[in-house]
């Protein structure tokens, strides 16, 4: 089961540094560009259809899915595949389903991967590296529609994986460590909002952010309160 943490609210610090991308999708459904908003200026394309994709967000505007289809950072694989810890933050709506990707990292194809996901009302962080496909989730939690949920995943490359959702303190672990550089095939796709154009979320997506070090439970909740 996933535990519910017990802490003290988080004091309000500087923003935490190592930010390498910045999505807050505030584009209005007009064009392909998707901004990244970080020094790096990773920007992406969105494929899909532009009817209801962009709606108000938790800060300015949200990116829909599946309407929005997915988003790809595919040219910044060589960078992204570098990755050995990460924290990802974002800010969802979940309208339900199995296998809802929230971001993927692969060689384009399903052997080899890292995703990020809700699947069934579960959080879950998934791997597959040439053998079979493992994870771990959180139990089911409730989604209130039309209620943002800011949910973090964490790679540590020494202390394993970890899952947040904030809004209820709910936080599970695991010891694997698998990260991006680790995996025995070329980086190739990265995506938010589906695997290789396929599972797509369904719901609302703002302001994702990646970091390239697993930050503390501290500062994943800064992210939260600001």
Known sequence: LATVLTLAPPVPAESPTGLIGHWTLDENGQGE??????????????????????VPGRLGQAFRFPAAGTIRLDRHAPSLGKLTGFTLSMWIQYEGGASRQLFTISDGTMSHRIQAEVHDDRLHFGWQNGGSFAGFGTEKLPWTPGTWYHVVFVNDGREGKSILRSNDLVWKNDANTLSPAGLKAPVQR???????GEYSFHGCVDEVRLFDSALPLSEQLGLYEA
């Open 33 to 54: 560009l998707v901004a990244d908003a970080s020094l790096n200026q990773w920007h992406g394309s969105r494929g899909g259809s532009g009817a209801e994709c962009s």
């Open 190 to 196: 990265v995506e938010i909002g589906s695997l290789n």
